[in-house]
């Protein structure tokens, strides 16, 4: 291993235990079993704030009005061999396309959540919600933000930062028995004009879980390859 990767791999290693653990319980967000709320006030609008009132059902659960379904993943996750759901949930508020977006908009960060739906053939429940996985930058591509793609044994985030000079990444969590641990992170570096920069970084072997990672990570890779 070289001195960069060794680096990479020590600075991310630290970024996950600096900022553990994105889990639930969120300070403003509460599980109950299938529903999922949010504590959402807008400081000038009650416009805004009546728009995050409410619930709608989706995979089984109740949703708070707050969120909106981005990309969503049908995966079996505890192995009982029937399809469960991974889904990422986008505060309304950080959704450019929408039309209540410029009014509702707000500078204070309402995290994107990561959120893990439990089927076991006659009702859905939430497992697991992760507030610090998915990117909270607004991207005017892929529907504002990250999404997910099935992989074999595993599941990516998929994302870019950046207009002009741009970084787009994949993140791969490989499933081992219950549990996701990070495998690989491949990220493209390029700016008009100039030669496009891939590299792919390995952490198999580092056993870094979902529970560790955060969404640090990719700036702190950007920061290494002087991005």
Same mark, same amino acid.
């Given at each position: 291993?070289?001195?960069?990767?060794?680096?990479?791999?020590?600075?991310?290693?630290? /970024?996950?235990?600096?900022? $553990? $653990?994105?889990?639930?319980?969120? *300070?403003?967000?509460?599980?109950?079993?299938?529903?999922?709320?949010?504590?959402?006030?807008?400081?000038?609008?009650?416009?805004? *704030?009546?728009?995050?009132? +409410?619930?709608?059902?989706?995979?089984?659960?109740? /949703?708070?009005?707050?969120?909106?379904?981005?990309?969503?993943?049908?995966?079996?996750? %505890?192995?009982?061999? #029937?399809?469960?759901?991974?889904?990422?949930?986008?505060?309304?508020?950080?959704?450019?396309?929408?039309?209540?977006?410029?009014?509702?908009?707000?500078?204070? #960060? %309402?995290?994107?959540?990561?959120?893990?739906?439990? %089927?076991? +053939?006659?009702?859905?429940?939430?497992?697991?919600?992760?507030?610090?996985?998915? !990117?909270?930058?607004?991207?005017?591509?892929?529907?504002?933000?990250?999404?997910?793609? !099935?992989?074999?044994?595993?599941?990516?985030?998929?994302?870019?930062?950046?207009?002009?000079?741009? /970084?787009?990444?994949?993140?791969?969590?490989?499933?081992?028995?219950?549990?996701?641990?990070?495998?690989?992170?491949?990220?493209?570096?390029?700016?008009?004009? $100039? $030669? /496009?920069?891939?590299?792919?970084?390995?952490?198999?072997?580092?056993?870094?879980?979902?529970?560790?990672?955060?969404?640090?990570?990719?700036?702190?890779?950007?920061?290494?390859? %002087?991005?």
């Amino acid at each position: 291993m070289n001195i960069k990767n060794f680096l990479v791999s020590f600075l991310l290693i630290l /970024i996950a235990s600096c900022t $553990k $653990k994105g889990v639930i319980p969120l *300070a403003n967000n509460k599980v109950k079993n299938d529903t999922l709320k949010s504590s959402y006030f807008h400081p000038k609008s009650g416009y805004c *704030a009546d728009l995050a009132k +409410g619930y709608y059902k989706k995979f089984g659960i109740l /949703i708070s009005n707050f969120y909106e379904v981005g990309s969503f993943i049908p995966y079996d996750f %505890n192995n009982d061999g #029937v399809t469960d759901t991974i889904a990422i949930l986008n505060p309304f508020t950080s959704i450019p396309m929408t039309k209540n977006f410029s009014e509702c908009y707000s500078k204070e #960060v %309402n995290d994107r959540l990561l959120v893990f739906i439990k %089927n076991d +053939g006659s009702r859905s429940t939430i497992y697991k919600v992760y507030s610090n996985i998915v !990117s909270n930058e607004i991207s005017p591509a892929w529907e504002g933000g990250e999404f997910l793609k !099935s992989e074999k044994d595993g599941f990516s985030l998929i994302g870019d930062k950046g207009q002009g000079c741009k /970084i787009e990444y994949e993140i791969f969590m490989k499933q081992s028995n219950s549990r996701f641990f990070l495998n690989n992170i491949k990220i493209s570096f390029y700016c008009p004009n $100039k $030669k /496009i920069i891939e590299k792919k970084y390995n952490y198999k072997d580092e056993k870094i879980s979902l529970d560790d990672y955060n969404r640090n990570v990719i700036d702190s890779l950007k920061t290494i390859n %002087n991005f």
